[in-house]
């Protein structure tokens, strides 16, 4: 791995701006130690401190500090050999996008080793700065993939609280415009993370839900076909025996004589 310059704890005064159109002719990874202003596609956005950003090489780079405050960060410029970049690549981290970390002591620490490697005379000096920066690279992925993890459990816990009245009150008028009002998410939002995580629709798992209900019924129960309909949140029989047709292969009495117990 190439590197053409590196700094650690490098502070600057609230005049302090990076204005490089055309970047700087290699890949730019940046800790940050201060909140700072980045312009992404002519935008300016805030970046909190602790996070990293990499520029690509040739992506335009603007930073700064914001109004009155200093800027402080770690940075490496640094350019692949051979078959780095595919090592890299692997971790999945994104270019010229604010990565936010909970914690960047252990990044500052391998910084800082690059940093004295980088200016010593040492004999391995080349693969120890490739270790600590892969050792970066890893470490970034992490962290990604442990909120990425948490995210999802988070999700899996709200999303399976509906689930659960679903089967418990199949009855029940249900609808995916409540559930998403619910758990605060767009209609489609919602709809794409309850497939994701449980592999199915909501309202093929309603359905599932009533058509489960009314096996029951219809197998320990004395009641009326129709009656198990209203039971089971139909308001018409028809649609009752119809669904139930379509997810089991039998009519609701064909059913029942089948498995009445």
Not at 42 to 68: A, E, H, M, W
Not at 90 to 97: A, G, H, L
Request: hydrophobic share 35%; net charge positive.
């Amino acid at each position: 791995m190439i590197i053409s310059n590196v700094g650690f704890n490098h502070c600057h005064d609230a005049d302090f701006y990076i204005d490089r159109p055309h970047g700087s002719g290699d890949y730019l990874l940046l800790i940050l130690k201060t909140d700072s202003i980045f312009t992404l596609d002519g935008i300016d956005r805030k970046v909190p401190k602790n996070s990293v950003f990499i520029y690509k090489k040739g992506t335009p780079q603007f930073y700064r500090c914001l109004p009155q405050k200093n800027f402080a960060n770690d940075f490496v410029h640094f350019d692949f050999e051979n078959d780095e970049q595919k090592f890299f690549e692997q971790f999945d981290i994104p270019f010229d996008t604010p990565i936010p970390l909970k914690n960047i002591n252990f990044l500052n620490f391998c910084v800082k080793s690059i940093t004295y490697e980088n200016y010593s005379y040492n004999k391995n000096k080349e693969k120890n700065i490739l270790s600590y920066m892969s050792l970066i690279f890893s470490k970034i992925d992490e962290e990604m993939r442990a909120k990425q993890e948490s995210a999802f459990d988070n999700k899996f816990e709200k999303l399976s609280i509906i689930r659960g009245k679903l089967y418990s009150r199949p009855y029940d008028f249900h609808t995916v415009e409540e559930a998403a009002h619910e758990l605060r998410m767009s209609k489609s939002l919602f709809q794409h993370k309850y497939k994701e995580i449980f592999g199915t629709t909501f309202i093929q798992d309603l359905i599932n839900s009533r058509t489960s209900y009314a096996k029951m019924l219809l197998s320990t129960t004395n009641m009326s076909i129709e009656v198990v309909a209203v039971q089971c949140g139909y308001k018409s029989y028809v649609h009752f025996s119809k669904q139930f047709k379509e997810q089991t292969g039998y009519t609701p009495s064909l059913y029942r004589r089948k498995n009445k117990q």
